[in-house]
């Protein structure tokens, strides 16, 4: 639990998570957590567990269960020139939420031509593979893409577990960072600082083949299905998209031009995913480089399941990312 | 009444102007809509402008304002310039929004006028937000938060009386109860109709006054904002009123008998201080018409800022979605960049 902040190493996403919300504890006095048993019981996943012993409940709030009245909070707080990070337990209970950020946080910039801003940060668990069925296990990160007004994170590695919700901070933008409930756990490489500004797209594996275009807790999956690839000398290359407002489709697109061929894979139903919107913009941008045609791999059309085997069956798989690339590399899609 | 509210006849005579100069201006607004220069939701504050000039003279500069859209009243009141608000109407670039919000969605910076909301009850939270900044900040401002009695039904509502009175923020809350969520008559759409109760549940400070009359909403303001400087607490004004014109600009009134406004307009806020004001000898008929003189040459003056005002070019169309502006905080250089 004793995570020396600003300092890199193996720790888990969790520990990665809590190192970011404290360093930007120890650095601004403004900044201030605040959600749901975000203080006594030390979060919902524990990751702010230790955090109310050291800073107080001044800092580490606990609120009561009032989705929209805490979250108008922060917006107003930010107003008020605060830099309020407030925890959402899981992206479900957003929707009691949505109308402060959608109506206020995210229009209140323009409908004040411009006077006002809302630097607030909104933290989200997200994500299926707990078996906590069809109301605590989905990925709504496309909801609050579809939003201008808002920036949309989606830390996939330690590293930006790390260090996104600095940077986020630091933007003068409400924005919201979905943090997969399955990357929890996982261990992993913390670096000094981040790789990059929070908005840009970034290559984990250099490939020739295809690009296989993804974001947060899908990311370990494709990872090792490009592993599984290498091995039948087919070489992908893995874009994880970070922030998926804006989108740095620049990144993608110079990719597939390289590549011809691109996957996407997104834990969102695939109806109105943002794996379409992705490939939208392939088809806009990139149309005439494309060998085949470009692929989604996107959670099934039904509310999360409790069993096991249906809701592993409902998620994009390694197994059916295998697949289809092989799939595509023959020419047989 | 209260030591801080001294009533000569200067003082009412300025509440009298600054109520006039909001009915005013509105029934201008009415016909300016008539003739298509203003569009949108037009929603008129005429009938119940004793609540922001009321509420605004126990106010400093340093608080904070968070209104409806019902609020050209307030932002007048406030001292948004009334060429800045018409301006914003015509949705020109010299409006106080630079034209992105309309009638709606006045806002004002260095008036600390946070607008202009048109979702019910969305205000309140933000207000508390704003509270509980200036606490954090050990400032001694008060956030003065309006809402229509209609919010009342709203979760938001009970978040923010929740929230207020748990964490001690200063904020005042100033229910303007006219009696109508648009067309629902409020004994249609509440268990309670005492609404001052409702936020006593809560274990806030609450008090109810006659919103027609000004005296009685400035003496009830100070007494408000003196009480939560002093125990660390919200306060909950809920100023009974009522609305002479329609909901918004298309309202066919059909929820309410014609009688029923007649007989509110009888004591209405302004007829009712300038008949108290000439029973007594403090105003004359002459005295009157040149206040409104003075009112109509603003309100000419008013629109001819507003149409010498410039569309924003379509170029812009992109404009403002998301802030660019550095506002200090937790910074990391590129330097640092791996």
Redesign the interface.
């Given at each position: 639990m004793n995570i020396k902040i600003n300092q890199g190493g193996k720790m888990n996403y969790r520990e990665a998570l809590r190192a970011g919300i404290e360093?930007?504890l120890e650095?601004?006095p403004?900044?201030?957590l605040m959600g749901e048993d975000v203080g006594h019981y030390g979060g919902c996943y524990g990751v702010s567990k230790g955090l109310l012993e050291r800073y107080g409940p001044?800092r580490i709030i606990d609120?009561?269960l009032?989705e929209?009245?805490?979250?108008?909070?922060?917006?107003?707080?930010?107003?008020?020139?605060?830099?309020p990070i407030v925890e959402v337990m899981m992206v479900n209970f957003s929707l009691l939420a949505m109308?402060?950020i959608v109506?206020?946080a995210a229009t209140?910039?323009?409908?004040?031509?411009?006077?006002?801003?809302v630097?607030l940060v909104i933290r989200l668990a997200c994500g299926a593979g707990l078996q906590l069925a069809a109301q605590h296990s989905h990925s709504w990160e496309n909801i609050y893409a579809h939003i201008?007004?808002l920036?949309i994170l989606s830390p996939a590695t330690h590293n930006d577990a790390r260090?996104m919700l600095?940077?986020a901070?630091?933007d003068?933008?409400p924005v919201l960072i979905f943090e997969h409930v399955m990357l929890l756990n996982n261990q992993g490489e913390v670096?000094?600082?981040?790789?990059?500004?929070m908005e840009t797209a970034l290559i984990r594996k250099q490939g020739k083949d295809i690009t296989l275009i993804t974001y947060g807790g899908s990311l370990p999956k494709v990872l090792i299905a490009a592993e599984e690839l290498e091995a039948l000398n087919i070489y992908v290359e893995v874009v994880d998209l970070r922030c998926l407002r804006p989108l740095d489709s620049d990144t993608v697109i110079a990719s597939i031009e390289k590549t011809h061929r691109a996957i996407i894979i997104d834990e969102g139903w695939k109806s109105g995913s943002l794996a379409g919107e992705i490939s939208a913009i392939i088809m806009e941008k990139a149309f005439w480089t494309l060998d085949a045609p470009v692929q989604r791999i996107c959670t099934q059309e039904v509310p999360i399941p409790y069993p096991k085997h249906l809701e592993q069956a409902a998620l994009p798989q390694v197994e059916q990312i295998v697949t289809c690339a092989k799939c595509l590399i023959k020419g047989e899609l | 009444m209260n030591d801080k509210l001294h009533l000569d006849k200067n003082h009412l005579l300025v509440k009298l102007t600054q109520m006039l100069r909001i009915r005013l201006f509105e029934e201008k607004c009415a016909e300016l809509y008539t003739q298509q220069k203003i569009r949108g939701f037009l929603h008129l504050y005429i009938g119940e402008e004793a609540i922001a000039v009321g509420v605004m003279a126990a106010l400093s500069s340093q608080d904070?304002i968070v209104a409806t859209y019902r609020e050209h009243g307030h932002a007048l009141a406030r001292g948004l310039s009334m060429k800045s608000i018409l301006a914003e109407m015509y949705g020109r670039t010299n409006?106080?929004?630079?034209?992105?919000?309309g009638s709606m969605?006045l806002?004002?910076?260095k008036n600390n006028f946070?607008?202009?909301?048109a979702?019910v009850a969305?205000g309140?939270?933000?207000?508390?937000?704003?509270?509980?900044?200036?606490k954090?900040?050990a400032t001694t401002a008060v956030?003065a938060c309006f809402f229509g009695e209609g919010a009342v039904a709203e979760?938001?509502f009970h978040?923010?009386m929740?929230?207020a009175v748990?964490w001690k923020l200063p904020v005042l809350f100033i229910c303007e109860n006219n009696a109508y969520a648009m067309g629902t008559a409020l004994a249609l759409s509440e268990s309670e109709t005492n609404i001052a109760k409702k936020a006593k549940s809560y274990g806030m400070a609450a008090k109810q006054v006659d919103g027609m009359n000004v005296v009685n909403v400035e003496a009830a303001a100070i007494e408000a904002t003196q009480y939560i400087k002093a125990n660390s607490q919200p306060f909950f004004l809920e100023c009974q009123s009522y609305r002479f014109r329609g909901h918004s600009s298309f309202d066919s009134q059909l929820y309410r008998d014609k009688e029923e406004i007649k007989q509110w307009q009888k004591h209405g806020p302004v007829v009712q201080l300038k008949q108290w004001l000439m029973q007594n000898h403090q105003l004359n008929e002459n005295e009157f018409k040149g206040i409104e003189i003075q009112i109509n040459q603003e309100i000419l003056e008013a629109i001819t800022f507003a149409e010498q005002g410039t569309l924003e070019p379509i170029e812009e169309l992109c404009?403002?979605?998301?802030?660019?502006?550095?506002?200090g905080?937790?910074?990391?250089d590129?330097g640092?960049?791996?």
């Open positions: 360093q930007s650095d601004d403004r900044v201030f001044e609120t009561p009032c929209s009245g805490f979250v108008g909070l922060g917006i107003g707080a930010a107003l008020g020139d605060m830099r109308d402060q109506n206020t209140l910039h323009h409908m004040s031509g411009g006077q006002f801003n630097p201008p007004g920036k260090y600095i940077q901070l630091e003068p933008n670096l000094n600082g981040p790789e990059a500004d | 904070e409006g106080c929004s630079k034209g992105r919000g969605h806002f004002d910076k946070y607008g202009g909301n979702i969305g309140l939270p933000l207000a508390a937000g704003l509270a509980m900044a200036n954090r900040k956030t979760g938001e978040e923010a929740n929230l748990l404009k403002d979605v998301y802030s660019t502006q550095l506002s905080g937790v910074k990391i590129q640092d960049l791996v």
